[in-house]
């Protein structure tokens, strides 16, 4: 089925260590953008593209990277983890021209993310 | 810059009964706005956007939502709430040609038989 896809599912990390979390949509969508769900905080934006090879930041981009080398990939790099970046990560794609959905997004599954 | 406000973390309505969820919101240009649901464990899923055209926006599963310019406030209601209505509910805007969208901290909707 189309859609955006979010690996891994699941996945702890101790202090200090350093991962990827990909996000891969076959939908052919312009932008990409990852958030980050935290109780009572709703979704926050960490970073966004609107395009293969253009990123720029959202509300709460430190201790992140990203890269969109495709328009298809959009992995999220956590370069240190911390506890504070214990959450729920969704990857989201919306394609501008599509007038049936009106820049709604299209979100993945998530991945729950655990640092001790 | 935008911004969006949910009133109510929490809400509970008896099976049958109206769903109201309140989503004001602040944006210096004319907005598009929208209402995900999540269900637990998943993705947030589209429920209805509004665009500038027609101020009732209908959505799926008998939801609408109504865009106010005067109250700045886009709420959204279903007549009969059933339990498969239990979720959590986020009101989200994105400016006209904007980039980012920027979401409520939600509402849970919670549903009593």
């Known amino acids: 089925n189309a859609g955006v896809t979010q690996t891994p599912k699941f996945q702890v990390l101790k202090t200090g260590q350093s991962m990827t979390l990909q996000c891969a949509q076959d939908?052919?969508?312009?932008?990409m953008s990852w958030y980050r769900q935290d109780p009572g905080m709703g979704l926050r934006l960490i970073h966004y593209?609107?395009?293969?090879?253009?990123?720029d930041q959202g509300e709460v981009p430190n201790g992140y990277n990203v890269s969109r080398s495709t328009t298809e990939d959009f992995p999220l790099r956590l370069l240190s983890a911390a506890p504070s970046q214990t959450s729920v990560y969704f990857c989201?794609?919306?394609?501008?021209?599509?007038?049936?959905?009106?820049?709604?997004?299209?979100f993945g599954s998530g991945t729950r993310l655990t640092v001790v | 810059a935008q911004s969006v406000t949910q009133l109510g973390s929490h809400v509970s309505v008896s099976e049958g009964a109206l769903v109201l969820l309140r989503c004001n919101y602040s944006?210096?240009?004319?907005?598009?706005l929208f209402w995900y649901v999540q269900y637990p464990n998943q993705g947030l899923q589209l429920l209805l956007k509004?665009?500038?055209?027609?101020?009732l926006v209908k959505g799926i599963n008998d939801f609408e939502a109504e865009f106010k310019k005067s109250e700045t406030s886009f709420h959204l209601t279903k007549p009969s709430a059933h339990m498969s209505d239990a979720a959590e509910y986020f009101c989200?805007?994105?400016?006209?040609?904007?980039?980012?969208?920027?979401f409520g901290a939600g509402t849970r909707l919670f549903v009593k038989a």
């Open positions: 989201a794609s919306r394609d501008p021209r599509d007038t049936q959905r009106n820049y709604g997004y299209t």
């Open positions: 939908m052919n969508h312009e932008y």
């Open positions: 593209s609107v395009g293969a090879g253009i990123t």
């Open positions: 944006s210096s240009v004319p907005p598009y």
């Open positions: 509004y665009t500038s055209a027609a101020t």
């Open positions: 989200a805007v994105i400016n006209t040609g904007g980039f980012k969208t920027i």
